[in-house]
């Protein structure tokens, strides 16, 4: 376990007053969401732990071994069972300049075209893939348009590097906060997740059946994960006592 970034997971709960405290920050700020794969893709490296500035955990699964030994914390994810909408909602309303980086070219583009259908005002002013050769070029493009908003959805640990190159390098302010497999999912269908899954908070299973590379982290990493998050927990218990 990683006490530095256990200590950085914040509770869905305190979203809104996170996000309000990026917005009026007068420095760039990185957003983050974890679920036990992610988790140790971000314990590997420290510069993840140190520059992200807000973890929030993105399953059921993390907070519930999280609640047993640390704060109690609920859970915040990039989709629409959760903050997307509002945040989306927020970046329309207060006319925000947003640039959205991530996934396949055609997934991205038919991505955008259903934000654009549910957030007629959004300003998407800049969008690309998320497969990027030479960063500085789009770092330039970023500061050209004086992004306030940059939603990138590239997968653990990718979208992590690549925002915090951003905020060492854009030159305006700009809340920077991943979404994972959001725009993938958005060029799939609009509101990916069924209303049953959403209810009944099972949002994995349909990401299990639909997606190979899901289906591969849940049986193979999640049970991992559960041991050695139990383990190092009840260790660190023992040597405390």
Known sequence: MNPQLNKKIKSGADFIDTQQAAFNANKSTIISFLNPFSYYEVAKEAVLVE???YYFSDGSLLCILHNLFLHKITRASFDYSSIAAPFLKIAEAECKRVAVIGATE????????VLEQHYPNLNIVYSRNGYIEDNDIVVNELNALAVEIV???MGTPYQERFSINLKQTLLKPAVIITCGGFLTQTSIKADYYHPLIKKMGLRWLQRMAMHKHVRDR???AYPKFIFS???AMLRQKIAKK
Do not use: C, M, R, W
């Open 51 to 53: 520059e992200v500035d």
């Open 106 to 113: 055609n997934e991205n583009i038919l991505a955008i075209k």
């Open 151 to 153: 939603l990138v959805g």
């Open 218 to 220: 849940v049986l193979k």
């Open 229 to 231: 998050y139990l383990y």
